[in-house]
T-cell receptor, first 109, second 113 residues
Framework: KNEVEQSPQNLTAQEGEFITINCSYSVGISALHWLQQHPGGGIVSLFMLSSGKKKHGRLIATINIQEKHSSLHITASHPRDSAVYICAVKGDSNYQLIWGAGTKLIIKP | DGGITQSPKYLFRKEGQNVTLSCEQNLNHDAMYWYRQDPGQGLRLIYYSQIVNDFQKGDIAEGYSVSREKKESFPLTVTSAQKNPTAFYLC????????????FGQGTRLTVV
């Protein structure tokens, strides 16, 4: 079993829909990152969380440390949100990031 | 603005050639990392460096080499010994390995033909 699991693996939705991507992890962490990767393109850091909730524009990220779970929400989704969204956690006992496999999101106009 | 720069964004090489991927940061970070991504998989750690002139192997170091002669720079060489070099490569840095923050380059997509 992977230490970081994302769901769903693939998600297709219509423009305007509310999107939720989930990330569950099984290790103790000091921080959790959400990143966005566009097709053929680079990686953009969206959020770093260690507790609570953060909001940036139409993106909201939450984390529940007790349940070892984080969600990334997109409100009023748009085709330009189509990308792979990746969750990564920084363990509290070692140096490296542990990465989820990513969620491929397609927003249709 | 401070950040991490990876270059180039796309790189093509012939099989059997060594190739070096660049990673530069102006964040004054001590720790730097290289990750590899294959389709449908999470990123995996190749090498990391906690301080200048020191680096450690990650989970998939075979066929790769690195150097850390300067704090700002952590180049990755993909050698001809790497059996499947075609992949997406991501460089990251953090103030220290124990620090929660991490900053990421844009990545380099290497294709070996």
């Amino acid at each position: 079993k992977n230490e970081v699991e994302q769901s769903p693996q693939n998600l297709t939705a219509q423009e305007g829909e509310f999107i939720t991507i989930n990330c569950s992890y099984s290790v103790g962490i000091s921080a959790l990152h959400w990143l966005q990767q566009h097709p053929g393109g680079g990686i953009v850091s969206l959020f770093m969380l260690s507790s609570g909730k953060k909001k940036h524009g139409r993106l909201i990220a939450t984390i529940n440390i007790q349940e070892k779970h984080s969600s990334l929400h997109i409100t009023a989704s748009h085709p330009r949100d189509s990308a792979v969204y990746i969750c990564a956690v920084k363990g509290d006992s070692n140096y490296q990031l542990i990465w989820g496999a990513g969620t491929k999101l397609i927003i249709k106009p | 603005d401070g950040g991490i720069t990876q270059s180039p964004k796309y790189l093509f090489r012939k099989e059997g050639q060594n190739v070096t991927l660049s990673c530069e940061q102006n964040l004054n970070h001590d720790a730097m990392y290289w990750y590899r991504q294959d389709p449908g998989q999470g990123l995996r750690l190749i090498y990391y460096s906690q301080i200048v002139n020191d680096f450690q192997k990650g989970d998939i170091a075979e066929g790769y080499s690195v150097s850390r002669e300067k704090k700002e720079s952590f180049p990755l060489t993909v050698t001809s010994a790497q059996k499947n070099p075609t992949a997406f490569y991501l460089c990251a840095s953090s103030p220290g390995t124990a620090n929660t923050e991490a900053f990421f380059g844009q990545g380099t997509r290497l294709t070996v033909v």
